[in-house]
């Protein structure tokens, strides 16, 4: 399938797949006669697995790092970042997971001390769960 097609069905655009092949995200597709991009359904759902990982806070750097074993995430089970993806083999996603950590307990500090200078109650945070 052509560009657009593809982009379409992983849910993205042209100009994406074109920067996620710049980036070493994904490997330059095969071309047709006429230089147009050919993507397969492997290409797309690979596209998928990067979309699905840089929504969970994964950057674009994180992913390159990562991306010789996309190949191994069954998209449809994202538990396996756990085994062979982006996790255990490389610890990509665990030194994500640790900033974004660090990122949410600077951010509640700068808004607790906005609200005490503000006067405002600090607002509670929830239990977390059992």
């Given at each position: ?24 995200l ?43 074993r ?32 660090a ?28």
């Amino acid at each position: 399938m052509r560009i657009g097609d593809a982009a379409a069905a992983a849910g993205t655009t042209p100009r994406a797949l074109r920067f996620y092949e710049q980036r070493g995200l994904l490997s330059p597709p095969p071309r047709t006669a006429s230089g147009q991009r050919e993507y397969g359904p492997g290409e797309v759902n690979r596209v998928r697995i990067i979309r699905e990982l840089l929504s969970l806070g994964l950057t674009v750097e994180d992913v390159r790092m990562c991306a010789d074993r996309l190949h191994l995430i069954d998209g449809a089970a994202l538990p396996a970042y756990g085994g062979e993806g982006c996790a255990r083999t490389s610890g990509v996603a665990i030194r994500r997971l640790d900033a974004l950590n660090a990122e949410i307990e600077r951010l509640v500090r700068l808004r607790d001390d906005l609200a005490a200078r503000l006067g405002v109650p600090p607002r509670e945070e929830p239990a977390p769960p059992a």
